[in-house]
């Protein structure tokens, strides 16, 4: 325990270490933006996505002096004040001259202009639109290739040699496939308005040159192209979409529970190109939004393959969604039900007023969603086609937003949301949000603001303040009450909860930063009390966690200390993870590394922690730790040319308490995993 005073000590000194000349330091807070929104969801597959679209963003920068409100609001920290803000100063003041002008801003504090710099920069000159011809194409367009590979050092339980007798008995006590993971996207763009992508992948454990496969696993298309006069977008192949609060449909990331505690309103952002490696959450088809005026009108056709877990011949018992296809029991659940989905939209928007109507059917072509009869999911969709209608609203003015939506089933069930936002000065703001999701309403692809993964089975009332009274200083929190009326997976009664949050964020541009957060959540579920009766019981997690930043021209030291602490009828367990980061990128060098080391202590799993490191350009990966040991990454990239760029990642988890690390097929023998993560980025 000394050790880890000493530890801590150090680490603090070293980063309270300031100097007062100019930072070269480029720091990527929006990753922090995302390590803390995943760090309180399980929805990983939408987390990788969102990571996915904004290293893209940020490898392809917005001009301030020409981007639009469409494109800011593909970067969910952003309010819509701020986006206000930016246009109105372009507007009123022209032509921006330096990056700096953003602090001129009154809706921008410091810390959102930190978390903006990655994705604007200042062009030397105003460039406009070019049309669409053969030369403009092939001399302007962009074309990018990406190649990751990643690979765990130490041999796993599932690609151990086993005898064919063996196998012939037991099949899946193997994987049929290599022990690396593998993927290449490839893009082409235009100006934005023509782009082009082609994606395949082969996660770890799944065939790729073998008897049983040659070739990818999982491959991905799509080609769009926008504002064709009326035509503002057209898509063929695998697109994503959202429309409304995402009460009847959204591929896109929930806004919620964070530090941005008054940012839960859902974007409405039509159809955009799936360019992630997710192999569930998309559509594939055509989609096409025309706009006359004021008005758009979409449409959209969807038939794709997904995995699934036959009862019989004609019956599906459950939607397999994590796409992994390593042992022969995963791949005869591949591709088993075609899926079909039909549907529009019709949309009224005014800089101030917006009104929306979406319909959507879905249908499991010869199959039938039939679960497991239990009395928890009693209320799940059963037959073979279901439908979806809604109306969504948005009406605002400079100080008030009022926005919300309100959708239907097949079988006459409600699903509503409903939200009040204030804004009576650029540094205060409030939010309070009403949601019910009937027991009965079923929606395949509904994604809206909910404690559950989908909307079903919850009530609730969300209350958010942001305030900004001093320079430097942000204040965030948020309080939110629940109740689901009907039983849950693990609660064999209705239940209720609440959840709290406040952070206090100091940010002194190019020199320091730190934040410190407390957030507590009860719920309640199934529990086995000391002399062995079962009840629904409340549990209660407290999480504390303080993070300190500071530059010294080429360095970046972050310094961090999360605990938790979990308690319920019969057991209390607790944790804690110090970790020390440094990054260095050298003025004038084409190279940047990070280094970071993490210890991490707690009674079980209960009271597991997140690694908040870094990570390498379009691969998120946010490990969970439970138990004792040490995390270690060392992150490094090198822009051998402006064309050509090469990213790796070299991580090791050392546990000082176990012999072996995973389980099942995952199982390593030894108390050390050791991975390896590499991207190669080819502009041409």
Not at 149 to 163: H, T, V
Request: a neutral charge.
């Amino acid at each position: 325990m000394n050790r880890l005073y000493i530890f801590l000590l150090i680490s603090l000194l070293i980063s309270c270490y300031q100097s007062k000349a100019q930072s070269v330091f480029s720091v990527n807070k929006w990753t922090e933006y995302v390590e803390e929104i995943a760090s309180e969801t399980e929805d990983e597959e939408r987390i990788e996505s969102l990571y996915a679209e904004l290293s893209y963003l940020s490898e392809h920068p917005f001009d301030l002096n020409q981007v639009t409100a469409e494109q800011l609001e593909r970067l969910p920290f952003l309010s819509e004040s701020q986006i206000r803000d930016i246009l109105f100063y372009r507007k009123r003041y022209g032509r921006m001259q330096t990056i700096y002008e953003l602090k001129n801003m009154e809706e921008l504090d410091f810390q959102t202009i930190e978390l903006l710099l990655p994705f604007v920069y200042i062009a030397e000159e105003t460039v406009e639109k070019r049309p669409f011809t053969v030369d403009n194409l092939v001399d302007y367009g962009k074309n990018e290739l990406y190649i990751r590979y990643d690979q765990c050092f130490q041999q796993k339980k599932g690609y151990r040699p086993l005898p064919d007798s063996i196998l012939a008995v037991y099949p899946n006590r193997q994987y049929v496939g290599e022990p690396f993971y593998h993927s290449l996207r490839y893009s082409y763009t235009f100006d934005e308005r023509l782009q082009f992508g082609i994606v395949a992948e082969k996660d770890a454990g799944e065939p790729f040159l073998n008897r049983h496969n040659k070739g990818y696993d999982f491959y991905s298309f799509h080609f769009i192209v926008k504002e064709l006069g009326w035509l503002n977008t057209c898509v063929v192949g695998d697109y994503k979409m959202s429309f409304g609060q995402g009460l009847v449909v959204s591929n896109e990331f929930t806004p919620g529970r964070n530090a941005a505690v008054a940012q839960t309103e859902r974007r409405t952002y039509g159809f955009r190109r799936h360019f992630s490696t997710n192999e569930e959450d998309f559509f594939r088809g055509a989609a096409a939004t025309a706009r006359w005026r004021d008005i758009d009108v979409s449409l959209f056709y969807s038939c794709k393959k997904t995995d699934a877990t036959l009862a019989d011949s004609l019956t599906v018992s459950s939607i397999k969604t994590d796409g992994l296809h390593r042992t022969m029991a995963e791949r005869e659940k591949a591709y088993i039900v075609s899926m079909q989905t039909i549907g529009g939209n019709i949309r009224y928007a005014t800089p101030d007023v917006c009104l929306g109507i979406t319909a959507l059917s879905y249908s499991f072509g010869n199959y039938r969603m039939m679960p497991d009869a239990k009395p928890y999911n009693l209320f799940y969709f059963r037959g073979n086609s279901n439908l979806n209608m809604s109306v969504d609203y948005l009406w605002k003015n400079r100080y008030l937003k009022l926005y919300g939506e309100t959708a239907i089933s097949a079988n006459k069930a409600l699903a509503t949301l409903h939200a009040l936002q204030l804004n009576p000065a650029s540094y205060f703001s409030f939010l309070l949000l009403y949601r019910y999701y009937d027991k009965k309403y079923q929606a395949y692809f509904g994604n809206a603001f909910s404690q559950n993964s989908t909307p079903q089975n919850e009530q609730g009332l969300y209350l958010g303040l942001q305030f900004a009274p001093f320079a430097y200083w942000k204040l965030s929190a948020y309080a939110d009450f629940f109740r689901f009326p009907w039983l849950k997976y693990g609660v064999d009664a209705p239940s209720a909860g609440k959840e709290y949050m406040v952070q206090a964020d100091y940010t002194q541009m190019e020199n320091v930063s730190f934040y410190l957060r407390y957030k507590y959540r009860e719920k309640e579920k199934n529990q086995t009390l000391a002399d062995g009766t079962a009840s629904v019981l409340p549990y209660e997690q407290h999480r504390l966690r303080f993070q300190m930043q500071c530059q010294r021209q080429s360095f970046l030291f972050k310094t961090s200390l999360e605990g938790i602490m979990y308690n319920q009828a019969n057991k209390r367990s607790k944790g804690f993870m110090p970790a020390q980061s440094i990054g260095w990128r050298p003025a004038g060098l084409p190279v940047q590394a990070d280094l970071y080391v993490a210890y991490f202590h707690t009674d079980d799993y209960d009271a597991r922690l997140s690694s908040y490191e870094k990570n390498i350009l379009y691969a998120f990966q946010m490990p969970q730790f439970y138990g004792k040991g040490f995390r270690l990454s060392a992150t490094f990239r090198w822009d051998v040319s402006y064309k050509l760029a090469f990213f790796t990642k070299l991580s090791a988890t050392y546990y000082t308490h176990r012999d072996a690390v995973g389980t099942d097929l995952e199982e390593i023998e030894g108390n050390t995993k050791t991975d390896i993560s590499a991207i190669l980025r080819w502009k041409f």
